[in-house]
């Protein structure tokens, strides 16, 4: 091993360490947060949803959009704390967990349609978008995209662009094996997919869309109107560390929140906070 994979080597065992707790915390709290799911055919795939909460016409909903390789059991803390006040929906990305998939290539405006298709099938003219990581992303692109379909938008631990990864996450996806990535991501996929065997070619997919996207440019950017919260932890481990500050002085009117003493997995690691701080946005006016 030279000298730059030895520099590699450490922060990337890191992410890896901290990734295994998160599949292990995950999981744990995946048991209270459960709720029968179903497969929703939404035309070319079909998407596997979980609803929560008291149905409520009049309430809006908040759709819960998990981050790459996830699941809808990413969303424990969350399920817990908002359904008791609002209609919580999580479904998982296409090709993930149980949604299905076909030869498309991914990206992320494609999944960003996959849920306003959801959307329609599910009789929802709008929603909060809450966002962690590739589900951050999503939810920026359903801002430029479709703004009447999106109430508001978190976005938390998103990237604009592939410069946005910090720089021995982006020497990871480049060099990884394939074996190697499907050990290191492959967790929910292998215990919640109908065809396990598909593994290699959904890993591939986000490997290559992770190196090439988003694009979002300065002008799609700047036209969003939604009311967007762009949120990330001071300790992040995969985006850089001035990202989430960049992004959001690309959007008018965004609101910034760098959480402390935390990075990428706030979402469980500092749950409380991260949920107060996501429902003070959403109940804002």
């Known amino acids: 091993m030279n000298i730059s994979l030895k520099r590699l080597a450490v922060p990337v065992i890191v992410i890896l360490l901290l990734a295994a707790c998160a599949q292990f915390f995950l999981l744990r709290d995946a048991s209270a947060a459960s709720s029968p799911g179903e497969l929703i055919d939404i035309g070319d795939i079909k998407i596997y949803v979980e609803q929560h909460g008291k149905k409520d016409d009049k309430a809006v909903p908040i759709i819960f959009l998990h981050g790459g390789l996830g699941s809808a059991r990413s969303w424990g803390h969350q399920v817990n704390y908002f359904s008791k006040n609002y209609p919580v929906i999580t479904p998982e990305s296409r090709g993930q967990g149980r949604s299905t998939d076909n030869d498309a290539t991914l990206t992320y405006h494609l999944m960003a349609e996959d849920m306003v298709r959801l959307m329609d099938k599910l009789k929802i003219p709008s929603a909060y978008i809450v966002g962690w990581s590739d589900g951050g992303n999503i939810g920026i692109d359903m801002a430029i995209h ?33 074996e190697k990535m499907q050990r290191d991501s492959g967790g929910d996929f292998l215990a919640l997919s109908a065809h396990p065997e598909k593994l290699p070619i959904i890993v591939e997919k986000i490997r290559k869309m992770w190196l090439t996207e988003p694009q979002f440019t300065p002008a799609q950017l700047a036209g969003i109107t939604t009311p967007i919260l762009i949120m990330d932890g001071q300790q992040e481990e995969l985006i850089r560390p001035d990202h989430a500050p960049e992004i959001a002085a690309a959007i008018p009117n965004a609101k910034l929140v760098m959480l402390p003493d935390v990075g990428h997995y706030a979402t469980f690691k500092t749950a409380k906070l991260w949920n107060e701080t996501v429902e003070s946005f959403l109940k804002s006016n």
Request: proline content about 9%.
């Open 146 to 178: 479709h703004p009447s379909r999106v109430k508001k938008v978190v976005a938390y631990g998103a990237n604009i662009n592939p410069a946005g990864l910090q720089n021995h996450f982006l020497d990871y996806l480049r060099t990884v094996t394939p």
